[in-house]
């Protein structure tokens, strides 16, 4: 199983490398919001703010949700899409050109594109491509 340098830079951009209050209390890797359920508000909220960060138990329950919301979620059809065709041409999958299709998971659009890139390309991130998990850690396969 291959880690994936896009999910990599992404729990590393909205943890803060992992410094983040959601990350640290709520196991959070991804800022993932909830309206309904158990969260953590996010400092600086106005008191009619109904929005949360999602609070999980463990890390991999974190994941769980990302990859859920990556593979279900109207808002990221194009970036299922972009995937597929990768996987239908039979090429390795391309992490800055699937960030493109994520300007819609931070309210900042396209510099979070950038950002993301910029992570990728400054940590050397696809050298982690190639790692391998232990086989009792988390299913990351199905991720990107």
């Given at each position: 199983m291959k880690f994936q340098h896009l999910w990599l830079a992404q729990a590393a951009k909205?943890?803060?490398?992992?410094?983040?209050?959601?990350?640290?209390?709520?196991?959070?890797?991804?800022?993932?919001?909830?309206?309904?359920?158990?969260?953590?508000?996010?400092?600086g909220a106005d008191d009619d703010s109904t929005h949360k960060v999602m609070k999980f138990k463990v890390l991999q329950a974190s994941v769980k949700a990302y990859q859920r919301n990556l593979n279900t979620h109207s808002t990221y059809k194009g970036f299922r899409s972009a995937r597929a065709q990768f996987r239908d041409h039979n090429k390795k999958l391309d992490s800055i050109v699937l960030t493109e299709?994520?300007?819609?998971?931070?309210?900042?659009?396209?510099?979070?594109?950038?950002?993301?890139?910029?992570?990728?390309?400054?940590?050397?991130?696809?050298?982690?491509?190639d790692a391998k998990l232990l086989p009792e850690s988390i299913d990351l396969e199905s991720l990107i």
């Amino acid at each position: 199983m291959k880690f994936q340098h896009l999910w990599l830079a992404q729990a590393a951009k909205e943890t803060g490398w992992g410094t983040s209050r959601f990350a640290q209390e709520g196991n959070a890797l991804f800022g993932q919001w909830t309206w309904s359920g158990d969260g953590i508000k996010p400092a600086g909220a106005d008191d009619d703010s109904t929005h949360k960060v999602m609070k999980f138990k463990v890390l991999q329950a974190s994941v769980k949700a990302y990859q859920r919301n990556l593979n279900t979620h109207s808002t990221y059809k194009g970036f299922r899409s972009a995937r597929a065709q990768f996987r239908d041409h039979n090429k390795k999958l391309d992490s800055i050109v699937l960030t493109e299709h994520l300007d819609k998971y931070a309210e900042t659009g396209k510099q979070y594109v950038r950002i993301l890139q910029q992570i990728i390309r400054q940590n050397n991130l696809e050298d982690f491509d190639d790692a391998k998990l232990l086989p009792e850690s988390i299913d990351l396969e199905s991720l990107i």
